[in-house]
């Protein structure tokens, strides 16, 4: 982030601080700081993030007039500083818009609102503190023009109502002048990631607070890692705020490479983070009909066609093919296209005892596959041509696969 305006002055809109009268915050950020985040949109309210809601319309925008006036007066907050609206509840009012919160902090009754969803640091498991802004001369106000003032344009009205709430528009053309104002960009509702663990915005308030001095935001912002600068697509529709805002639950990922990181406290695995799961109650169950047809569907043989060789092969000599995906207990029938007998396998598998201690499991698991070295019962090559192979599993059914293969001419110079 820096603070320094473009070349020649041209306002400009960006997530970045724009306060020309205060030092960089750019020196507080490194590339080695970024880290491996996943941001999830919800319509879940009670995975939403609680956070101060900052004013994102940057200095520039002081330096509008429409006919005559100020665009911002002197009440209007600066960038960064926390919305001049109460705090607000995740439940919205009779008008549709977020109710306020009553019961809060009296340090955080101003400017404290929510994002609809959360971040996470996917290394260390994580949720980390992120916040939002919009611009509030957004507001919809109408702005009179024309000869003798008596027609009005209303200004999109999505960015001072405190919802994180970003449009598709990018343009909206202000008949009373062409300036900065033009630029709605969905009415700038920037979005931040910290490395900070999530304390529901109150360190970050501290920092943002109108009562606060100006050396405190670039306090603030440099715990920032990332920075979004959402826009709808084109023609799409957010709910509305007592619905949960998000439409559909999406998970935005950002990744860079990065070392692999450690964590204090965690001195039995190396420093490296751990991760604890329950499968309590979690069991197979027996197969239903959808099941069965499944099971049966899958069974497979492999490589199919076969043309002289495959990768399950591990010299000239061998002549390998796998009927995959079986059951336990299955026979398996192969048969010339002629009808002719080949070769029977009756396949009844067991799980097999580990022995030895400190084992994940108990059991060595069945394998799911055979193998047929392409030769008949009485252990001849058989030739090349388009066999029929039955399955059949007691308790599931039947299926019957059609395999094509060609063998390679015996090579004897390995012997």
């Known amino acids: 982030m820096d603070h320094n305006p473009r070349q020649g002055g041209f306002p400009y809109i960006s997530p970045v601080w724009v306060d020309r009268n205060n030092a960089s915050a750019s020196r507080f950020f490194s590339m080695e ?149 033009n630029y709605v960009a969905g009415g700038q509702h920037f979005f931040y990631v910290t490395d900070r663990p999530y304390d529901a915005g109150e360190y970050l ?30 023609g799409a529709e957010l709910l509305s705020y007592a619905d949960g805002i998000i439409p559909n639950d999406a998970t935005i990922k950002l990744r860079v490479n990065n070392k692999f990181g450690v964590a204090e406290g965690t001195e039995d695995t190396n420093g490296y983070p751990t991760y604890r799961f329950s499968i309590d109650g979690k069991a197979a169950g027996d197969l239903d009909d959808v099941g069965i047809a499944r099971a049966l569907e899958m069974i497979n043989v492999v490589p199919n066609p076969y043309y002289g060789f495959s990768s399950y092969e591990d010299s000239q000599f061998e002549t390998n093919v796998k009927i995959t995906n079986l059951p336990a207990k299955a026979t398996v029938t ?38 047929w070295d392409l030769k008949n019962f009485r252990g001849i090559p058989v030739a090349g041509g388009v066999y029929l192979i039955h399955v059949e599993a007691p308790g599931l059914g039947e299926r019957t696969l059609k395999w094509f293969g060609v063998q390679r001419q015996f090579d004897p110079s390995g012997l």
């Not at 670039?218 to 826009?231: E, I, K, S, T």
């Not at 002719?340 to 108990?362: A, N, S, V």
């Open 33 to 181: 700081k970024l880290n491996n985040v996943d941001i999830v949109l919800t319509s879940n309210k009670d995975l939403w993030s609680r956070c101060p809601v900052v004013e994102t319309s940057n200095e520039f925008y002081r330096d509008i007039v429409i006919n005559g006036e100020p665009l911002a007066d002197s009440d209007h907050r600066e960038q960064f500083r926390v919305r001049a609206t109460p705090s607000v509840t995740k439940e919205a009012g009779a008008d549709g818009l977020p109710a306020e919160d009553d019961n809060i902090d009296p340090d955080l009754a101003e400017g404290m609102g929510w994002f609809p969803g959360y971040a996470v640091d996917v290394e260390t498991g994580q949720r980390l503190e992120i916040f939002w802004g919009e611009n509030s001369l957004y507001d919809g106000r109408k702005i009179p023009f024309g000869p003798n003032m008596t027609d009005t344009f209303q200004v999109q009205g999505n960015g001072n109502d405190m919802i994180w709430n970003p449009s598709d528009m990018i343009l909206d053309v202000v008949p009373s002048g062409f300036s900065l104002y």
């Open 205 to 234: 308030e501290s920092r943002f607070e109108q009562r606060s001095n100006d050396s405190r935001i670039p306090v603030g912002l440099r715990d920032v890692v990332w920075a979004g600068f959402p826009l709808l697509t084109p």
């Open 334 to 371: 192969i048969y010339s296209l002629d009808g002719k007998f080949i070769r029977k396998y009756e396949r009844d598998e067991t799980p097999t005892m580990l022995r030895g201690t400190g084992r994940p499991i108990g059991t060595r698991q069945i394998s799911p596959a055979l193998e």
